[in-house]
């Protein structure tokens, strides 16, 4: 199963920017799509934005033009660039892989807190 590790989660200020990082443990090369979710406190994980190996994006609505989704695959990862962030983004984010496989696989997650 391929590993994945999620960085660049922290407290900023509403109106800031945060970069997420997700590295795959194995080449991304021929993955199928990846994408950010996230989990609100005692919400149900929800889909923030995705890619797929032709380089097509989607982003929810509620982060349209706030948030951008893409990826390196020379260096095995996918970014999630958020800006003018709002206290309401403050959830744990995860990052997911789906193989043509047919083989899913979750990050840890990392914390963003959006707060004064």
């Known amino acids: 199963q391929v590993q994945l590790v999620e960085s660049g989660g922290g407290l900023v200020q509403p109106g800031g920017s945060l970069r997420l990082s997700c590295t795959a443990s194995?080449?991304?090369?021929?993955?199928?799509?990846m994408a950010w979710y996230r989990q609100l406190p005692g919400k149900q994980r929800e889909l923030v934005a995705g890619i797929n190996s032709g380089g097509r994006t989607n982003v929810a609505d509620s982060v349209k033009g706030r948030f951008t989704i893409s990826g390196d695959n020379a260096k095995n990862t996918i970014y999630l660039q958020m800006n003018s962030l709002k206290s309401e983004d403050t959830a744990v984010y995860y990052c997911w892989l789906l193989l043509p496989t047919g083989s899913a696989s979750w990050g840890q997650g990392t914390q963003v807190t959006v707060s004064s």
């Open positions: 194995t080449s991304i090369f021929n993955f199928k799509t």
